[in-house]
């Protein structure tokens, strides 16, 4: 079965600074993953997802992730933080044979200093 | 604009009564979702249901009853809750099963057993 593990549970960031949220998942091929963030008050919504070919997944607001199989790692990055990135990230991995049953990870929080 | 549209936003409850919630979703998709997201826990996928037929039941409590009319609308009926069932309960829907297709959240109803 596949597993996720965030292991930042909260990230303190300068506006203006760089970020990295890291992601490692457990699954013995390779997984769909996806980055979704939750504002405050809000659902989830998908930041960007990797299924294959180019390891570096550009997605919506300026993110990207990149994949790394020897590292089964899936860290999602920005070059310069905005105040509005202030949320909840998650981490989530599928396989083809599970359907829709995602696992996701625990979250990381970010907050963003003026 | 969500496409997916969740009432009520708040319910507090006793643990003898019954209510339902509902969401609605805007995007022609075939599949449906309810999740729970408590505090410290990861997301958990509770119920999916795929062109109304109900594919996947993640050993929720018969406490939780779903019900898919028709393809648009999913409600989560509620009866002799547990204060630990309170929670935020997200709902999402999909183009259809596949892994690779993205789930559109609402914003979900935050719930509070008393």
């Known amino acids: 079965a596949q597993s996720v593990t965030q292991p930042d549970i909260h990230i303190t960031v300068s506006e203006g600074a760089s970020l990295e949220l890291r992601c490692n998942y457990s699954?013995?091929?390779?997984?769909?993953l996806f980055w979704y963030v939750q504002s405050p008050g809000q659902g989830l919504q998908l930041l960007l997802k990797y299924f294959s070919g180019d390891t570096l997944v550009q997605g919506i607001k300026g993110f990207e992730a990149e994949f790394k199989r020897s590292q089964s790692s899936f860290n999602l990055r920005k070059p310069s933080v905005h105040w509005s990135d202030a949320a909840e990230y998650f981490c989530?991995?599928?396989?083809?044979?599970?359907?829709?049953?995602?696992?996701f990870g625990p979250g990381t929080r970010l907050s963003v200093l003026p | 604009e969500t496409g997916v549209t969740q009432t009520p936003r708040h319910l507090v409850m006793g643990m003898t009564n019954k209510k339902s919630l509902k969401c609605e979703q805007h995007l022609g998709h075939n599949a449906m979702y309810w999740y729970k997201q408590s505090a410290k826990k990861p997301l958990e996928l509770m119920f999916v249901?795929?062109?109304?037929?109900?594919?996947e039941n993640n050993s929720v409590p018969s406490r939780f009853s779903p019900e898919c009319p028709n393809s648009s609308h999913l409600f989560l009926h509620l009866h002799t809750l547990q204060p630990e069932d309170s929670a935020l309960y997200l709902c999402?829907?999909?183009?259809?099963?596949?892994?690779?297709?993205?789930?559109?959240f609402g914003n979900g109803t935050r719930l509070t057993v008393t």
């Open positions: 999402a829907s999909s183009q259809d099963r596949e892994v690779g297709s993205p789930l559109h």
């Open positions: 699954y013995g091929a390779t997984p769909y």
């Open positions: 249901y795929s062109l109304e037929e109900r594919v």
């Open positions: 989530a991995v599928g396989a083809p044979n599970y359907g829709q049953n995602f696992v």
